[in-house]
């Protein structure tokens, strides 16, 4: 009667074996593909890092040509370019809806 029992022990020790065996081999699957992930990611961060970066230059060089006026170069002043407002509007004030001249009943 022990050894029978002794062989059921055994062959369930064998069975978890078998069955952390099966899991170890998924564990380090993941993990390789884990691994190929973050690298990949990796990769692509540190292309959008220099993509930022040229980016950064560009918006500065070009921030640096709009800014620049007489006061800060040798151009005349001509060449400035004009304030935001358009060329009519001198001042806020809206037309009338009457009509310029004496008014009718006066």
Known sequence: MGGNYEKGLYNQLMDVMARLDAIENELHTEKREHKEDVDRLNAN?????QENQLLRDDNARLKSII?????????????DQKGGRPANTYNGREKPKRKRGGQKGH
């Open 45 to 49: 961060i540190e292309g959008l890092t």
């Open 67 to 79: 800014n620049n006026d007489r006061s800060n170069t040798s151009l005349p002043p001509s060449t």
